[in-house]
């Protein structure tokens, strides 16, 4: 698959954090036959599962984009212009399988050959 389209994650009908159910039996199961899958198609190292909510909403021209800081031991999520240099030079790594193909739910800010951008840095 060589071309996604980025979507932001917190889409409309996706609920707050709050008003996601706690993780139950069913989940569980679930879970065990995607690691079954994902054993099957040796991606263990490569793909976790992620629990879909939002904190905020976004606009469709908006994507949240991770940003880390080793030194600071610090992981951050910061909303962005879609279009924006930083997005466009991100790679995806979180995706919503609701649909046919994936679509893109986050992306880390990424610069070639100087890896993972830092908190204040831009492109």
Request: a neutral charge; proline letters at 3%.
């Amino acid at each position: 698959m060589s071309e996604l389209t980025i979507r932001p994650l917190q889409w409309k009908r996706i609920r707050d954090l709050r008003d996601v159910a706690p993780l139950d039996a069913r989940d569980l199961a679930c879970m065990a036959e995607l690691r079954e899958v994902l054993a099957r198609h040796g991606r263990l190292e490569r793909f976790a599962v992620q629990l879909i909510h939002k904190h905020f909403e976004l606009a469709e021209d908006e994507v949240l984009i991770e940003y880390s800081d080793a030194a600071r031991r610090e992981h951050r999520l910061r909303v962005e212009r879609r279009d924006g240099a930083n997005a466009r030079h991100a790679v995806p790594t979180s995706w919503m399988l609701d649909r046919e193909r994936p679509l893109v739910a986050c992306v880390c800010a990424f610069r070639g050959a100087e890896g993972h951008l830092g908190r204040h840095e831009s492109a």
